[in-house]
C-alpha cells in the first residue's frame, strides 16, 4: 500500500526544522520494516501576514510502501512521534493518505495549489478531509500546520512541485560530471534544462555549490541551465532559479 505522509509547522526558531523530523520519521518506519520511503519534498506555501510560520512556511512531504504495517498503526505512532518530537510553541499537522483510496484527487490538487496563494482555514482544510476520507490530526498548540500538512499531500499528488531535501553530493573531477555518472551516483532520474531540453548521457555539466534535485512528472529531476542559451555548456541551477519548485 502506497502512502503519503506530510507534516508541518513542527518547529520553533531554535529547533531542528520540520524536514530534519520528517527525516527522522521516515527512518523510524524504515527501521520498524514497516517499508521503505521515497526522498522528502519541501513544498512551498503562500506567505502572509495572517499566516503565522517559522521561517518560510513549508510542508515536508514523504512516500512509503507499507508492507508490514497497518494504516492505523502508522498514523498511532506518527501521531505520537509528532506529540513527543515537536518543538515547544509549534502548531504540529499530520496528514496520511493511502494514494490508492483518494477518489477525487482532483479536490486534493486544488487545495494545495490554493495554499500556495491563498490565505485558507483549518475547517477547509477538515471538511476536505473528512470528504476525501483522509487522516488530519493536530498534535499541540493552534494545531494550523493542519492547513500545510494537507496541501503538502496535494502538491505531492501533482508530481510537479517541491525540491528535494538535501543537497545532492557527487564525485566530479574539476566539478565537471557525465549525465550518466550523475545517474549512477544519486537518486536523479533525469537530467532536464530549465527550457526543457533533456540531456544525453554523454553531456557534461558543472556543478555549483549547493546541487539541489526536484519533483517533475513524478521523477527526482535535476535541472540545469546554459549561461549563454546555446546549449554548449550546462551548469546545475542556483538557490535563486529553483525558488519558484
Known sequence: M?????IDDTDNLESRGTGHLAEILAGQIEERGWGRCSGITRHQLCVHPDIPYTSHNSSMCFETCLNNSSLTELIDFASEFLLKESAEGSDPGLCIVAIDNVQETDLLVKFGCQAKIEVLTKQEAYDLAQKLGIHLSEHGGTGQGVIGALAGVGLRFTGNDGRFKGKIRLKADNDQITVRDILAQSRVELVK??????????????????????MLEGKCVMLVYSPEGCQKEWHTCTKQQLRKF
Open 193 to 214: 534544462s530549465l527550457e526543457g531540453t533533456i540531456l544525453e548521457d554523454d553531456d557534461v555539466v558543472i556543478l555549483g555549490d549547493k546541487v539541489k534535485a526536484v
Open 2 to 6: 502506497k502512502v503519503l505522509i506530510c
